[in-house]
Each structure stands twice: as structure tokens, then as C-alpha cells.
């Protein structure tokens, strides 16, 4: 390695090959080659007279290897010497806890009656200037909806009583009279009791009282539309109801409950304590002696009542009401629909399409149908438990 000094004069080179030969070989160990030279000339005679034989006189040997007899290997089982020692024993006295007292078992008392309550107070609100290019009028609306259930279920017997009161208030702005108008007022009792009679089918007796509370005028004017018991009605039916409760596995809060009641044998009463309402509007039969309407009806047919709830997860529910009752000359229907998108705990929206078919109404000159239509979009409070 070259590190930078001057290289002295008297520098001389030597060849690898020149080292190589000024070092002698010198080995540790010179082997003795006389040692059993003897005895190796006498082992290597012998074989070769063994093969001589072997080759040119095979007669001479009598066995060969391949006609040896075999030695027979038997297998024997190697045990291990275990120690096991002797258990020790221990005896109990029978008698030791005779004076413990077994532990009460705690039997938990079984709920036959189930309630359920629901409600919700909603609103809507529509500004319009006044000089708004198309015109209008500003509107607020009020959704009340209080809905109860006791609900009794043990061995085969099934009692069910509903209890719900909607109301809906807007402003009219158009009627000088009055600041507000009753939309839509329904008071509604319902129950039923049945004894099952197969799967989910169970005979009952079913019984609804409807009226409403608050009192509803035309507009501008004091003509009474409806009031409180004026009218009410009273439905009595007997038949079978068929009831159905069905989760999903895969979905925690996905469930389906139907309850559908068949009377085809059922009473309908309707009676207005109010004679100078509307009577016409509401289905009363005229009096063709007189030309005025009956304050009674009584009417015999069949009546269908089927109640549907359609829970899709923990925030989206559907619920669905079908009334349908014919005495074979008039025919009332009601379908009822509700879907409601909670938003939290307390406050959800709601959309709500209520259909009414009713062929003994008379009929308005500003809409020749027997259809009526009632729809509305609501955001508010709403609470269950």
C-alpha cells in the first residue's frame, strides 16, 4: 500500500515462484509403508482365489445368500413403567350442611297486559308576501296525533284496546269569521277480544266508537259542519281475525306487524246529537216524507278492519289502517297511511295520505267524486314507548 513516502533506492522486487523454492517441504509424519505388507499380500492371494473359484467352479458351493434362511423380527409393545400414586380419600359427612337453606329461586313475574303509547305534535308553515306574483296566502299548520294501546295476551285469549285522537288545525286567512279551521278531528275507541282458533287465527268480537272533538264550521259562514258526538258512530262485528308478528334474523330493527279482522256479520250505528249539522255530508238518509235528513242510522253488513306496521330499520316505520264496511247498499271505506322518518329521538317527519270512499255523501258541485283525499307533510316532535 502506497501511503504517500518516497520510495527508498535500494528497493528490490522478488518473484512468488523464488519464495516458493527457498522454503522447504518438511512433512510431520513420514507413513511406514512395511508395516502389514504381509498380511495384505495374504488377504489379496486369498480373495483372488476365492473369485477364481466362484467364476470357474459355481457346482462346488452348495448355498448361495438368497437361500439363507431369514431371521423372523418380532415386534413386542415397550411399556413405560408409570407411577400412580394412591388417591387420597375424602369422606364427607352427609349431615355437614343440613342446617343450609336451599337458595330461593327467583321466578320472574309474567306481563300478560303490554302498553304501548305514541305521539306526535307537528307543524307546517307556508310564508307568501303579498305581493307575490302568483299570489296566496301565508298558512301554519297543526298535527296532533295521541295514540294508545292495552294490549292483554295469555294462553288463548287475546284483548286488544286502542284508544287514538288526531287533530289538524290550519289558518284561514280567507275566512272572516274565524282565524283557524279544524282539518281533520277523529276520536276513535277501538277493541277486540278473541280466542284462538288455529295458528294465527283467532274468533273474536270486535267493537269501534268514532267521533270527534272540536267543532267545524263553513267557511265565512255559521253553518255547523260536525262537532263533538255530533255525529258518532258505533260498529259491532263478529267474525276472525287473523294476527301476525314477524322479525328478521338478519335485521335487528326490521319488523312486520298485521292484525286483520273478517266480520260478516257486523252492526253499524250512527247517531248526531246536533240536528242542525250537515247531515248529508256525513251519509244520513233523507227523509222523504219531510226533506230532511235523519239524525239515526242503523245499518247490518260486514266490516273488514286490518291494521299494518312496517318498522324497515330503527329510524323508517310505515303504518297502514283499511276500514271497509257494506250493508249491500252502501259502501264505506277508509285507508289510512303514515310514513314517518325519524330524525333523532324526538323529532321526525311525516308523511301522511289518507283516502275515504263514502258512495252516501252527496256529492259537491265543485268535486263530483265520493272520493276524498287528505295529504300532509309534517316536521316535529314525536316520542314512543
Known amino acids: 500500500m502506497f501511503k504517500g513516502g518516497l520510495i527508498p ?19 510431520l509424519f513420514e507413513p511406514d509403508t512395511t508395516l502389514f505388507q504381509d498380511e495384505t499380500l495374504k488377504n489379496k492371494l486369498q480373495n483372488t482365489a476365492y473369485n477364481y473359484v466362484r467364476v470357474n467352479y459355481p457346482e462346488y458351493f452348495r448355498y448361495s445368500e438368497r437361500d439363507l434362511p431369514t431371521d ?85 285469549v287475546q284483548f286488544t284496546n286502542e284508544l287514538e285522537w288526531k287533530t289538524n288545525v290550519y289558518t284561514a286567512p280567507k275566512d272572516t ?16 277480544i278473541g280466542y284462538k282458533a288455529f295458528n294465527k287465527w283467532f274468533y273474536t268480537f270486535d267493537a269501534t266508537f268514532q267521533t270527534q272533538l272540536f267543532s267545524n ?31 328478521f334474523p338478519n335485521r335487528r330493527h326490521k319488523k312486520l306487524t298485521l292484525s286483520a279482522n273478517l266480520a260478516p256479520l257486523s252492526y253499524t250505528f250512527m247517531y248526531s246529537t246536533d240536528k242542525d249539522i250537515d ?17 239515526k242510522l242503523s245499518q247490518f253488513g260486514s266490516t273488514i278492519n286490518a291494521t299494518m306496521t312496517f318498522q324497515f330499520n330503527r329510524n323508517v316505520s310505515w303504518y297502514s289502517r283499511f276500514y271497509y264496511f257494506t250493508s249491500y247498499d252502501r259502501m264505506l271505506g277508509e285507508f289510512e297511511n303514515r310514513l314517518t322518518m325519524a330524525i333523532s329521538r324526538f323529532f321526525s317527519t311525516t308523511i301522511s295520505l289518507n283516502l275515504r270512499y263514502d258512495d252516501a255523501v252527496e256529492k259537491k258541485e265543485d268535486f263530483d267524486s265520493y272520493l276524498q283525499i287528505n295529504e300532509l307533510l309534517s316536521f316535529g316532535f314525536n316520542y314512543k314507548w
Open 217 to 247: 264550521y263553513a267557511e265565512n259562514t255559521n253553518n255547523k259542519l260536525a262537532g263533538f258526538l255530533s255525529p258518532f258512530n258505533i260498529n259491532l262485528g263478529i267474525g276472525m281475525k287473523y294476527d301476525l308478528n314477524k322479525t
Open 9 to 27: 533506492k535500494d528497493l528490490q522486487l522478488y518473484d512468488k515462484d523464488f519464495i516458493a523454492k527457498q522454503r522447504p517441504n518438511f512433512p
Open 279 to 295: 247531515l248529508g255530508r256525513h251519509g244520513f238518509k233523507k227523509n222523504e216524507a219531510t226533506d230532511k235528513y235523519n239524525y
Open 72 to 156: 423372523v423380527v418380532k415386534t413386542h409393545v415397550i411399556k413405560k413403567a408409570t407411577y400412580e400414586p394412591e388417591l387420597i380419600k375424602i369422606e364427607s359427612d352427609p349431615n355437614a350442611f343440613s342446617d343450609v337453606d336451599t337458595p330461593v329461586k327467583f321466578i320472574p313475574e309474567r306481563r300478560y297486559w303490554i302498553s304501548h303509547f305514541e305521539s306526535a305534535i307537528q307543524f307546517a308553515q307556508n310564508y307568501i308576501s303579498p305581493n307575490w306574483h302568483k299570489g296566496g296566502v301565508s298558512t301554519l299548520n297543526l298535527t296532533n296525533r295521541q295514540y294508545f294501546v292495552y294490549n292483554y295476551n295469555k294462553d288463548k
Open 177 to 192: 269569521l274565524r282565524d283557524y279551521k279544524i282539518g281533520d278531528d277523529v276520536l276513535r275507541l277501538h277493541s277486540n
